[in-house]
């Protein structure tokens, strides 16, 4: 019994400290990828790897950026849940396509929540996109920036 529990705790221990947290990113800063300050924080992403962080202005910059450095697809990486700006794993959000009405600059919001993006993209009259979709449409060039 009591190696079960030490063997227990010690797998606690290890998963707490490999686990990953995002960076807090303020309004202003500059965009890893596309220089654009990072105006809206319900769309930023942030790449994180040996304890550094690379902000983004929205995930299509991050993932444009991870199909020109292909070694930083294994850094952790965040994007903002648009409805509550919270950072989450940006492998298991949704994308919804977006269109600035002032410019016409195209990128996509993320949801943790599958219903709330299913319910988003039909008012935007288009479907969510899962991360491994963000990723071909960046590896195809069709994502700008």
Request: contains cysteine; glycine residues 6%; proline residues 6%.
């Amino acid at each position: 019994m009591r190696k079960l529990t030490l063997g227990a705790f010690l797998v606690l221990v290890v998963s707490a400290c490999a686990s990953i947290t995002p960076m807090p990113i303020r309004t202003g800063e500059g965009c890893a990828q596309c220089r654009r300050p990072i105006n809206n924080l319900h769309m930023a992403a942030q790449e994180v790897s040996s304890g550094l962080a690379s902000n983004f202005h929205a995930p299509g910059c991050l993932a444009n950026y991870l199909v020109e450095h292909p070694a930083a697809q294994d850094a952790a990486l965040f994007v903002a849940d648009f409805p509550t700006g919270k950072m989450v794993d940006a492998t298991k959000a949704l994308y919804v396509l977006t269109v600035n009405r002032d410019n016409g600059e195209r990128d996509f919001i993320a949801f943790e929540n599958p219903e709330m993006a299913k319910s988003e993209a039909a008012t935007r009259s288009t479907a969510p996109l899962g991360w491994d979709a963000l990723l071909a449409q960046a590896r195809q060039g069709q994502l700008g920036n």
